[in-house]
């Protein structure tokens, strides 16, 4: 009868471990290949892209005296809001079709608001630039209907072809 009692119990055990195991949150390079692959060829080409997995000495390595450059306009020694990140994968355009993707995903959720902000900085500077930069049709398409958005502990900056259905994809992946 123990022996039984016993077996229950660690099978009920079991049962609630596999009941309760939440779903394993993407990282942010999985997420960019998701939305490129989703988008092909309609995102054009891009001028780099840039992942937190990245070594220091790579290509894809986001310094931050870039991101000051990216976001602030200057270099900075220190950029303090990628402290705030856990992960993150930058895809910047090409200075000709504006289509661009910014994934961050914040420590803590109290960060959000702040690295919206940031985000914001980016696109006011991507719609303030002058028109004759863009590809024409591409303005409209990606620069002018581009958006921050922010899913838990995400925060994109969307310039792509279609931003609410990158988003469906964003929210069925989180």
């Given at each position: 009868?123990?022996?039984?009692?016993?077996?229950?119990?660690?099978?009920?055990?079991?049962?609630?471990?596999?009941?309760?195991?939440?779903?394993?949150?993407?990282?942010?390079?999985?997420?960019?290949?998701?939305?490129?692959?989703?988008?092909?060829?309609?995102?054009?080409?891009?001028?780099?892209?840039?992942?937190?997995?990245?070594?220091?000495?790579?290509?894809?390595?986001?310094?931050?005296?870039?991101?000051?450059?990216?976001?602030?306009?200057?270099?900075?020694?220190?950029?303090?809001?990628?402290?705030?990140?856990?992960?993150?994968?930058?895809?910047?355009?090409?200075?000709?079709?504006?289509?661009?993707?910014?994934?961050?995903?914040?420590?803590?959720?109290?960060?959000?608001?702040?690295?919206?902000?940031?985000?914001?900085?980016?696109?006011?500077?991507?719609?303030?630039?002058?028109?004759?930069?863009?590809?024409?049709?591409?303005?409209?398409?990606?620069?002018?209907?581009?958006?921050?958005?922010?899913?838990?502990?995400?925060?994109?900056?969307?310039?792509?072809?279609?931003?609410?259905?990158?988003?469906?994809?964003?929210?069925n992946k989180i």
């Amino acid at each position: 009868m123990r022996g039984i009692s016993f077996a229950l119990i660690i099978a009920l055990m079991l049962v609630l471990l596999v009941g309760c195991n939440p779903k394993a949150e993407p990282t942010a390079e999985e997420l960019m290949n998701d939305l490129t692959g989703y988008f092909g060829n309609e995102l054009h080409s891009c001028r780099a892209i840039y992942k937190k997995s990245a070594s220091e000495y790579s290509s894809s390595y986001f310094s931050h005296r870039l991101a000051g450059l990216i976001y602030y306009g200057i270099k900075l020694e220190k950029m303090w809001e990628l402290d705030l990140l856990s992960d993150y994968a930058v895809r910047l355009a090409d200075d000709e079709s504006g289509s661009e993707i910014h994934i961050f995903k914040v420590r803590s959720r109290s960060d959000v608001d702040t690295v919206e902000k940031l985000l914001r900085k980016r696109l006011e500077y991507l719609q303030n630039r002058s028109v004759y930069i863009y590809i024409p049709e591409d303005y409209e398409k990606y620069v002018m209907s581009a958006q921050v958005y922010s899913i838990d502990r995400y925060v994109f900056l969307l310039a792509t072809p279609d931003n609410t259905a990158a988003i469906k994809l964003l929210k069925n992946k989180i």
